[in-house]
């Protein structure tokens, strides 16, 4: 198998040790850039992030990776994005303020409302499958219903399509969706690069659909 | 569903886990990378690391062995010892920390806290409290890895942190820590009851029993542990079983 070229967009936000280590795991050459032309040439683009969506638009805005993202994913070339990485993903979000996102996938980035659990919403949960999504075809391929993956957030998804909805989640009386996708674009509102040896499991199957 | 973490916590001396008895004593247990690689093969929720003489030495936490341990462990890690700048915070979330925990430079500057949490967001932002009875009952704070009192109020000070924007708080028992006699139950309710935010409780683990006591207790969103780990005389996976069966929320 040919390494696949991975990029790992820093746009100024988070972690991305652990998740260069968990792409590092599978043999891929994955690295972490913040040029425009390494997504051109990339075989798959990975936003990470965690932080407000303005600041996550902010970082990229800067950067000039707007249009850059936006072409590749319309190209329908293969995107992982995670926590906020995931939420830019959509139209829209509503932190401090209203923001416009990337819009590749329609829908709202909103606050987590009316439940009686603490928010953040920081620790392990559990990720269902709805009725209309087929796992098997996707990064949560051969993952079980119910499988625990870790959370760290305030905002949630709400997409504007069921068709959209890859995963569900519940917690404090909501169910949220906790993952999304369209195309080979996939967003996850959970973290796999700390999820454990089923965060990894998510990775590879990341890198098997590129 | 609310699942409590259970945490094994890594008292870091140089380049080795240590473990004393009431925060003293201290003996050598192993190397920080093998043991974290063992408890997150075992099951562990999350890992915590602590510098524990950082602060004493004004030395920071050594982020290279924190970047090598993180190579292999895809669970949250949180470190703690001598983080006292934006500068230290930042480090440790690019060596593959999620979350610092922050003590001794916050009882002496408590805006640090508030700063902290708004340049990198309250979940990451730990308050770790170290706490001693006194003769008359309540608990006071202390710093320097328990070698410090403050005259703080450790409640009250939880209180105000938790204004300031703090997004968790580990609590440690100096009193029962290394004892094994299990968790200060009380400890535990004074703070649970009345932290919006997660609270994990360290200190005293000696058995599954302990662990579920302190459950059935105030159920905290995480139990820390560290001898009864570092000295195999539990698995992480046979308490999380031990647990499931009795009703606690855990990840299995």
Known sequence: MTRKKIAIIDYGVGNLHSLLKAFDRFGQNSFITEESSDIDSADAIVLPGVGAFQSGMDGLKIRNLINPIKNYAEQKKPILGICLGAQILMSEGYEFGRFKGLDIIPGKVVIFKNITEKVPHIGWNEIYSPASANWNKSILKSVKSNSDVYFVHSYIFQPKNYKNILAITKYGGLEFCSAIYKDRIYGCQFHPEKSGEIGLKIIKNFIELI | ?252
């Not at chain 2, 990378?33 to 004493?56: H, N, P, Q, T, W």
């Not at chain 2, 290279?64 to 462990?73: A, P």
Request: net charge positive; with cysteine.
């Open chain 2, 1 to 252: 569903m609310k699942k409590v973490r259970i945490i094994p916590r890594l008292d870091i001396k140089g380049p080795n886990v240590v473990k004393g008895i009431h925060c003293e004593g201290l003996r050598v247990v192993g190397n920080p990378k093998d043991l974290a690689y063992r408890y997150y093969r075992d099951g562990a929720d999350e890992i915590l690391f602590m510098d524990i003489v950082a602060s004493l030495y004004q030395r920071n936490f050594d982020f290279n062995i924190l970047r090598s341990i993180s190579e292999r462990i895809f669970i949250p890690i949180t470190v703690g010892g001598g983080i006292r700048s934006i500068n230290d915070i930042n480090n440790a979330l690019r060596s593959g920390a999620d979350k610092v925990a922050i003590n001794t430079y916050a009882i002496k500057h408590p805006e640090f806290l508030g700063t902290a949490a708004r340049k990198f967001g309250s979940q990451c932002i730990v308050l770790s409290i170290e706490a001693k009875r006194t003769p008359s009952g309540w608990w006071e704070a202390y710093t320097d890895g328990g070698r410090e009192h403050t005259g703080i109020n450790a409640i009250e000070w939880a209180r105000r942190a938790i204004k300031l924007g703090i997004g968790e708080i580990l609590v440690t028992s100096i009193d029962n820590d290394g004892t094994r006699d299990g968790f200060d139950n009380q400890l535990i309710r004074s703070i649970s009851s009345f932290s919006p935010v997660p609270v994990v409780i360290h200190g005293g683990a000696g058995s599954k029993n302990s662990f579920l006591n302190a459950c059935q207790t105030h159920l905290p969103e995480g139990l820390s542990a560290a001898s009864v780990f570092h000295y195999k005389e539990l698995s992480i996976k046979d308490l999380k079983k031990y647990l499931y069966k009795n009703n606690i929320p855990v990840r299995i």
